[in-house]
């Protein structure tokens, strides 16, 4: 997953382009509801691949979800087209997002 700050404490999440492509085709994406917490290193998305294979989706930060990409729901190529801008996942607001940071590797 990838992880940008959006502000003080919210933040989106992604999957990684590299992770989308290796996958043949999406063929369903299970998203977690608005107003539910999640947890750093639980699951946050599940993506079906044409194989009906499940691949879970791991959360690189707590916080609540106050936002989910439900273009995704009408159109999953955005996943692989453009992951990083209209693929994101969702929208968390972490109050302790420092502390998560700090765990996490920084890419460009």
């Known amino acids: 997953t990838w992880l ?3 502000n003080n404490d919210a933040a ?8 989308v492509q290796s996958l ?3 063929t369903y994406l299970e998203l977690p509801k608005e107003n539910t917490n999640i947890f750093q290193g639980e ?19 707590s916080g609540k979800i106050i936002q989910v990409n ?11 087209r ?4 209209q693929g994101w996942l969702l929208r968390i607001e972490s109050p302790n997002l420092e502390m998560d940071l700090k765990g996490l590797t920084p890419s460009e």
């Open 43 to 61: 699951v946050c998305a599940r993506i079906t691949d044409k194989n009906n294979h499940v691949h879970r989706v791991w959360s690189p930060a």
């Open 82 to 85: 453009d992951p990083y801008a």
């Open 12 to 19: 989106t999440i992604g999957i990684a382009y590299e992770f």
């Open 70 to 80: 439900h273009d995704l729901e009408q159109d999953l190529s955005l996943l692989k």
């Open 4 to 6: 940008r700050r959006e």
């Open 24 to 26: 043949e085709s999406v």
